[in-house]
Each structure stands twice: as C-alpha cells, then as structure tokens.
C-alpha cells in the first residue's frame, strides 16, 4: 500500500498533478486531491463533487494545471466536460463546466481520458449495449456514430458550433456520413488505455464477450475488430465491417485466466530498468498483473508481473514514471508496483 490511510468509495481513476498532488476519481461523482509525498496522510482534500453521476476517469490539461477533464455518464448520457480550477488546494468550479462531447450511456461506457505526446485528447467509448447480445446496437464498425472507437480531439481550439476542434490529420475527416472525432474502433469496452510518453504509440486493454479479452496496439483508422472478430476468433460474421481492415489484437487472454482487462501506462521509470517500453496492465476479476513490450515491427514479448488479490479498476505513473495500482471494493487503496524481495 502507497497510503496505507487512506481508503476511497470505489475509485475508478487516479493521475499525479502539478503541485506533487495526487488526483482520484469515485465513480459516486467525488473527485479529491492529496500530497504525494505524505505517505501518512489521513484525508484527502474534495476537488468535485458531480451529484447523481458516474465518474470514469479525470484528468488535467498537461500545459494548463487550472484545466480538468471528466468523463463521467448521467441520466443516460455519456459527457466529456471541461472545469476550471481553482489552487492550494486545487478546487474545481462546478459552474464552470463546459461540456464538449455527449453519446448515449449504456453498459459499457468506456470513458477513459489520456492526452498524447501530440497534445491531443483522447477518449475511450464503449459499444453502449449490455453484454447480451454482444454489442446489441451493432454499433462498434460504424462510424458515423462514436461507439466503440477511440476519439481524437483538440481541446486547445474550436470549431464553429463546438468547444474543440477536429484534428484535420484524424482518419474519417473526408469520409461522408463519418464522425472525424474518431481516430480507431472496433473494440468493445475499453475501460483504459495508455499512451507511451517517449514513442507517442497507444495501447489498450479492451474487455471481451464470452471468451477471449484482449489487448490492442491503437493506431490511426485501426479497426480492433468488434463484434465481427472477439480476438481472434469469428463471431458476427454478418456484420458489415467498417472502411478499413480488421488487425488482430498484439495479446489475448482467454477467459480461463482473464475475465476484465484493464490497461494502464507504458513504465519509463527508473526503478524497474527492465520493464522499460512495457504497456502495464491486468485483470479486474483475477488481479493479475502482465507487461507486454515491443520486440520489432510486430512482434512482442508478454511476461506476467504480479499476481495481486485486488479487483483493479485502474494504475496510473507518476511524474517519475513510477507505477500506482488502484484497487476498487476489496479494499479501495492505492498500491505501488515495487520490485520483489530479493
């Protein structure tokens, strides 16, 4: 345990923010704010409060520490919002909210916020069904609607009628009928995914249907496969794939040793020399913890980390690439990935 005093309301995200602060999400709408540096710490300090609401991720703007995102989903809707802060502590304006991005709620959400090395915001949508039958709308290969995809925005400009702007580089710009928010699709719910601050290359951790999670290298137009491939293995065949091919995942687990893939940061820290370039993540229902790295073009090398027994619903890297591990109802703390005990 990082904070061995400190237990959150089922935490569901957690970032290192200017000022040597903490930032946690609950999914019960609070968001609060502690000193990293005091391990003994007893309180933390209430940053916002978004009443009857569900809270997936926050995060800060990285060139503006007075800027927060939230992704949260209320009365059956899905938002992306800006706040204003306020310091020392950090305190947000709910009545400075802006809303930026809104889709329909539904049983997988997605919902995670993660600025790329290109300053861009990036957010993750789910499939917005249930889990029966898989992706019920038959929405994840259609892109005229944002479900299932990762979106690409620009929070630092506007376009006429919006409070950002579409980068003129995403895929489906010039696509008729398509949403030019989205940069990659085809997955399910992918609850989190990092971003590799010395290469710029997205991975994420995308949660599967009756048998197989698994793990994709996100790239530009990707289209991860949902619901016509769960993995590698067929499944809505009848469904009209989207306008560009289906890529195989880099890593799947078949749900005999994996039930709920959660996808953290890429390590670049110093205490673990080994695991440098390693897309951290693991396992909600087994707490098992894996790193996967790039070895070439497209191969990779997977090695299992840690078996913990936490229900992990996030990590997060410090400034100094250091891993936390955020555990959501056994015990509700935050862990930090050490090295074992020689």
Excluded at 179 to 189: A, M, V
Excluded at 232 to 246: N, Y
Excluded at 293 to 319: E, N, P, S, W
Aim: charged share 25%; proline share 7%; glycine share 10%.
């Amino acid at each position: 345990p990082a904070y061995p005093n400190l237990r959150f309301e089922k935490p569901t995200s957690l970032e290192e923010i200017p000022g040597g602060r903490l930032l946690i999400s609950e999914i019960g709408g609070k968001l609060y704010t502690f000193p990293k540096a005091d391990r003994e710490v007893k309180k933390a300090d209430l940053l916002l409060h978004i009443s009857d609401a569900q809270v997936w991720h926050a995060t800060l703007h990285p060139q503006s520490s007075s800027v927060l995102f939230v992704c949260y989903s209320k009365q059956g809707t899905s938002h992306v919002s800006r706040f204003q802060l306020a310091k020392n502590p950090p305190q947000a304006d709910p009545d400075s909210e802006e809303v930026l991005l809104t889709w329909p709620a539904g049983g997988h959400n997605g919902g995670c916020l993660q600025f790329g090395t290109d300053g861009m915001l990036y957010i993750s949508t789910g499939d917005g069904s249930g889990p029966n039958p898989p992706d019920g709308l038959t929405a994840a290969q259609d892109v005229s609607n944002l479900f299932g995809s990762i979106l690409r925005i620009d929070v630092n400009r506007r376009d006429k009628g919006k409070r950002y702007a579409i980068p003129s580089d995403n895929p489906f710009v010039n696509l008729k009928n398509s949403r030019p928010e989205i940069w990659s699709y085809g997955l399910r719910n992918p609850w989190k995914f990092g971003v590799d601050r010395k290469t710029g290359r997205l991975y994420v951790a995308d949660n599967g249907w009756e048998s197989w999670e698994m793990v994709h290298r996100i790239v530009r137009g990707g289209n991860s496969g949902w619901p016509i491939m769960e993995a590698r293995a067929r499944l809505r065949t009848e469904v009209k794939r989207g306008p560009t091919p289906i890529l195989p995942p880099i890593k799947d687990h078949s749900h005999s040793e994996a039930n709920s893939v959660i996808g953290g940061p890429v390590y670049r820290g110093s205490r673990h020399k080994e695991l440098a370039g390693t897309f951290i993540y693991g396992d909600y229902i087994t707490g098992t913890i894996w790193g996967i790295k790039a070895t070439g073009k497209d191969t990779y090398a997977h090695q299992t980390l840690v078996d913990t027994d936490q229900r992990i619903t996030a990590f997060a890297a410090g400034r100094d690439g250091e891993i936390y591990v955020v555990d959501y109802d056994y015990t509700g703390q935050i862990y930090e990935l050490v090295p074992s005990r020689k």
